[in-house]
């Protein structure tokens, strides 16, 4: 059993990097692939860049060249539904794209039934008994994501709360459920609240993804512990 742990961003990333034992980097694509064992369980972790293509270059790299049986995209996120807070946790169930028109994906190969990409139900069970364990977790929910190539203007959110009602918003989480999706690779996302409507914008971003970034690598390595026991 390996995992894929999959951030954006190098500060998303760096949390993990002092806990992976016999660390081995891999250059390719431009990328640094950090292979090795976090409590014993093998895992590649690396930080793709920000956007959708980077993503997606990152999560097939893992399936094809380092094999990996599940992915989990651990990292940050604005926040969508008024009642998060910074520093809030979510864990997807299902994401979309909130810039790509529906029928492409239905209508178009890969033929989906919705637009949804839905996170593997046994990963859901077990982020749950994960975070049952976990003392300082702060507040975690489960649901909708979605991912856009923009940050979100108060015109821009209000549109995708309409049309989609999302508890968090980011730039990759779709990319990497897509495919996994197509290459039948379980998949979940774990992400922490750095902004909000309330305190929106890059500033904000960046004062807290340090932080969040730290809080979504406490649950992900939980729930690493959760599948080496279960899975």
Known sequence: ??????????????????LISNCKITEKAMLKFHAGQIDSVEVVALFSGVCKVNAAIAAQLLID???????????????????LEIFD??????????????????EFHPWMNSVFFVADPK????????VDKLSTSGKVVWG????????????????IN?????????????????????NDI????????????????VDNFDKNCAKASSIAKDI????????????
């Not at 059993?1 to 002092?18: S, T």
């Not at 997807?92 to 029928?103: G, I």
């Not at 990963?123 to 994960?130: G, N, P, Q, T």
Request: overall charge negative.
């Open 1 to 18: 059993m390996k995992i894929g742990i999959l951030c954006a961003g190098d500060e998303e990333l760096a949390p993990f990097l002092p």
């Open 65 to 83: 060249v380092f094999c990996v049986d599940i992915i989990i995209n651990s990292g940050t996120a604005g926040g969508m539904e008024p009642e």
């Open 89 to 106: 946790t979510v864990i997807s169930t299902e994401v979309c794209y909130h810039d790509v028109a529906p029928d492409i994906l239905t």
């Open 123 to 130: 990963l859901i069970d077990m982020s749950k008994s994960a």
């Open 144 to 159: 909708r994501m979605v991912t856009g190539e923009s940050f979100i203007t108060d015109e821009s959110r209000q549109k």
């Open 162 to 182: 309409d049309e989609f009602a999302p508890l968090t918003v980011d730039m990759e989480t779709a990319s990497i459920a897509h495919v996994c999706y197509a």
């Open 186 to 201: 379980p998949f979940i996302a774990i992400r922490c609240v750095t902004d909000t409507e309330k305190h929106s914008g």
């Open 220 to 231: 992900t390595v939980a729930l690493l512990r959760e599948i080496k026991k279960s899975w």
